[in-house]
Nanobody, 123 residues
Framework: QVQLVESGGGMVQAGGSLRLSCAASERTFSNYAMGWFRQAPGKEREFVAAINRSGGTTNYADSVKGRFTISRDNAKNTVYLQMNSLKPEDTAVYYC????????????????WGQGTQVTVSS
C-alpha cells in the first residue's frame, strides 16, 4: 500500500507560481510512474502531467505544456509539480497518483491516490 501526501497548494494571483510536492511512504517509490491530476468543481478529474519511474520521460496535458514541470527525486520518495504562469482556469484540487504502468494518462491506470491539495488562482 502506497500512501501519498500532497502539499504546497494555496492561493495565488494570475501569472504567479506554485510548487506542489507529493511525498510517498513506499520505499519502492521508484517502481511507480507518478502523475498529477486536477479536478475543478463540477468537472471530471483531468490529467495534468506524468513522469516515468526513472524521471527521464514526462508527458503533459496540452493546457499546461510549457507552464508546468513535473519532476521526481527517488532518493526522497517525492514527486513535484512546478506551476508557472498560472491562470484562473488552473484552479482545482490537485491530486498526485502512483501507477504500475509505464506512463499513463488516464485515472483508471493509477493504483494509489493522495488526498488532494487546493490551488486557487485569482484574476
Amino acid at each position: 500500500q502506497v500512501q501519498l501526501v500532497e502539499s504546497g497548494g494555496g492561493m495565488v494571483q494570475a501569472g504567479g507560481s506554485l510548487r506542489l510536492s507529493c511525498a510517498a511512504s513506499e520505499r519502492t517509490f521508484s517502481n511507480y510512474a507518478m502523475g498529477w491530476f486536477r479536478q475543478a468543481p463540477g468537472k471530471e478529474r483531468e490529467f495534468v502531467a506524468a513522469i516515468n519511474r526513472s524521471g527521464g520521460t514526462t508527458n503533459y496535458a496540452d493546457s499546461v505544456k510549457g507552464r508546468f514541470t513535473i519532476s521526481r527525486d527517488n532518493a526522497k520518495n517525492t514527486v513535484y509539480l512546478q506551476m508557472n504562469s498560472l491562470k484562473p482556469e488552473d484552479t482545482a484540487v490537485y491530486y498526485c497518483a502512483a501507477s504500475s504502468w509505464i506512463l499513463p494518462t488516464t485515472p483508471v491506470r493509477y493504483n494509489y491516490w493522495g488526498q488532494g491539495t487546493q490551488v486557487t488562482v485569482s484574476s
